[in-house]
């Protein structure tokens, strides 16, 4: 996913609709005393820009992952929202039985709320186009989904193929997610009641909406008495081509953030050109 950080902001939104969530549809609220007792469906939601190279892996792996719920009886959704593709993403999509969405505007924020929009689950499972998660960590999603105790949560990662730099610092920076209870946007799972109470992914982020949101998250946690958690004991696979464009000094001004500023992270220019401009 890419972010033109020349287009975010306030301009051209309407007055108060900065961080607005419009949902499609109605989603019923469940009872928050108690847990899942029925079958639960789960929208599997892909923001996608310019990802004919990688998004066809990602959706066959989502739904060999996926297997874990219908196993269960659980019900799924595939949404995958084109956020103005100049390539065949769209295409791709499609023909992988998904259900596509357009987003003209090309930031994604925009993109994740609007495939969000579209879904009818009762949760929102938000999986990047060049993420794969497993069938265990989709099964630890379920598990934290039929507690009955859980609001949302996220994983820690692993870059595919062999990347001995950023091997070193990676466990670093999972350990910060864990520690301050921070999303990574390659995996992220969120009641859909609670995601339209958030009023969805804020519109004003530079980059990070991901921790943008983790914020939110903690203190309706808080309020509520439920949980918000990291998952570790799977970490979901995302692309190393991010680490193409980061230089010697990137890691520790990652760990930098992530550890001690995390919120000013998400209104960094610098940091949202390493996160979405990725060569493709």
């Given at each position: 996913?890419?972010?033109?950080?020349?287009?975010?902001?306030?301009?051209?939104?309407?007055?108060?609709?900065?961080?607005?969530?419009?949902?499609?549809?109605?989603?019923?609220?469940?009872?928050?005393?108690?847990?899942?007792?029925?079958?639960?469906?789960?929208?599997?939601?892909?923001?996608?820009?310019?990802?004919?190279?990688?998004?066809?892996?990602?959706l066959?792996?989502?739904?060999?992952?996926?297997?874990?719920?219908?196993?269960?009886?659980?019900?799924?959704?595939?949404?995958?929202?084109?956020?103005?593709?100049?390539?065949?993403?769209?295409?791709?999509?499609?023909?992988?039985?998904?259900?596509?969405?357009?987003?003209?505007?090309?930031?994604?924020?925009?993109?994740?709320?609007?495939?969000?929009?579209?879904?009818?689950?009762?949760?929102?499972?938000?999986?990047?186009?060049?993420?794969?998660?497993?069938?265990?960590?989709?099964?630890?999603v379920?598990?934290?989904?039929?507690?009955?105790?859980?609001?949302?949560?996220?994983?820690?990662?692993?870059?595919?193929?062999?990347?001995?730099?950023?091997?070193?610092?990676?466990?670093?920076?999972?350990?910060?997610?864990?520690?301050?209870?921070?999303?990574?946007?390659?995996?992220?799972?969120?009641?859909?009641?609670?995601?339209?109470k958030?009023?969805?992914?804020?519109?004003?982020?530079?980059?990070?909406?991901?921790?943008?949101?983790?914020?939110?998250?903690k203190?309706?946690?808080?309020?509520?008495?439920?949980?918000?958690?990291?998952?570790?004991?799977?970490?979901?696979v995302?692309?190393?081509?991010k680490?193409?464009?980061?230089?010697?000094?990137?890691?520790?001004?990652?760990?930098?953030?992530?550890?001690?500023?995390?919120?000013?992270?998400?209104?960094?220019?610098?940091?949202?050109?390493?996160?979405?401009?990725?060569?493709?």
């Open positions: 996913m890419r972010c033109d950080v020349r287009r975010l902001g306030r301009a051209g939104l309407p007055p108060g609709q900065a961080t607005r969530f419009t949902p499609a549809r109605p989603v019923i609220e469940r009872d928050h005393t108690s847990g899942y007792t029925r079958a639960v469906k789960i929208s599997i939601v892909v923001p996608a820009f310019n990802e004919e190279k990688l998004l066809g892996e990602t066959a792996q989502i739904k060999s992952a996926t297997g874990a719920l219908t196993k269960i009886g659980w019900e799924t959704e595939l949404i995958v929202c084109d956020n103005h593709s100049t390539d065949r993403t769209a295409e791709i999509a499609r023909a992988a039985g998904a259900t596509v969405v357009f987003e003209p505007v090309n930031q994604i924020s925009r993109a994740r709320n609007a495939g969000a929009a579209a879904a009818s689950g009762d949760w929102l499972v938000f999986v990047d186009a060049d993420s794969h998660p497993s069938e265990a960590l989709i099964r630890d379920a598990g934290e989904i039929q507690s009955g105790k859980c609001i949302a949560g996220g994983a820690i990662i692993r870059w595919d193929g062999s990347h001995p730099i950023a091997n070193l610092w990676t466990p670093v920076v999972n350990v910060g997610f864990r520690w301050r209870r921070l999303l990574v946007g390659a995996f992220m799972f969120i009641e859909t009641a609670t995601f339209r958030l009023g969805g992914f804020s519109l004003e982020a530079f980059g990070g909406e991901d921790l943008e949101i983790s914020r939110r998250l203190k309706l946690a808080r309020e509520t008495g439920k949980r918000f958690v990291i998952l570790h004991q799977h970490p979901v995302t692309s190393g081509r680490l193409n464009q980061l230089t010697i000094f990137t890691p520790l001004k990652l760990v930098w953030h992530l550890l001690f500023h995390p919120y000013r992270f998400t209104a960094s220019r610098e940091a949202a050109r390493y996160w979405y401009d990725v060569r493709r």
